[in-house]
Structures are given as C-alpha cells and as structure tokens.
C-alpha cells in the first residue's frame, strides 16, 4: 500500500511557475507509475500527466503538453510537476495517483490517491 501527499500549490500569476511534490510512503514505491490529475468543481477529473515506475516514460495532455514536466526521484520516494507558464485555465486542485508499474489517462486505473493541492492562477 501507498500513501501520497500532494504538496506546493498556492496562488500565482499568469505566466507564472510551480512546483508540486507528491511523497510517498510505504513500501517499493519504485514500482508504481504515477499520475498526476486535476479537477475544478462540476467537472471530472482530467488527466494532465504521467510518469512510469523507472521515469523512463512520461505522458502529457495536449493541454499541457510544453508547459509542464513530470519527473520522479525514487530514492526520495517523490515525484514532482513543474507547471511554468501558468493560465487561469490550470487553475484546479491536483491531484497525484499510483498504480503498478506504468501509467494512465484514466483516473479509475489508479489505486492510491493523495488529498490534493490547490492552484489558482491570476491576473
């Protein structure tokens, strides 16, 4: 079992950057993909990225294909979104996701889930 904690969300301006961490604990997080999601209210939740177990892989959604970056350092059992050149558009809370091994676009494939992070992106 794995547990994720998103963190790094805040306000920033548009064309701004951030940073968001998900840290796991629990045991041979080496083996899950990672996916990270987000979602504003009466929506469902979209996929924005993800990376593979080793980090070898990584996936993006069109919508934020060139802004944003999913990278993993698994000897700190961490994975990280870099979002640069924010629009108000990315404004949700995000979410990361764990599954074995690789990953995907669809939030049910995933087992864990951590409690998400607010970003808000404004003039």
């Known amino acids: 079992q794995v547990q994720l904690v998103e963190s790094g969300g805040g306000l920033v301006q548009i064309g701004g950057s951030l940073r968001l961490s998900c840290a796991a604990a629990g045991r041979a997080f080496n083996t899950y993909g990672v996916g990270w999601f987000r979602q504003v209210p009466g929506k469902e939740r979209e996929f924005v990225g993800g990376i593979n177990y080793r980090g070898s892989s990584t996936d993006y959604a069109d919508s934020v294909k060139g802004r944003f970056t999913i990278s993993r350092d698994n000897a700190k059992n961490t994975v990280y979104l870099q979002m640069n050149r924010l629009k108000p558009e990315d404004t949700a809370v995000y979410y990361c996701?764990?599954?074995?091994?690789?990953?995907?676009?669809?939030?049910?494939?995933?087992?864990?889930w951590g409690q998400g992070t607010q970003v808000t992106v404004s003039s």
């Open positions: 996701a764990a599954r074995y091994w690789t990953t995907s676009t669809m939030a049910a494939h995933y087992d864990y």
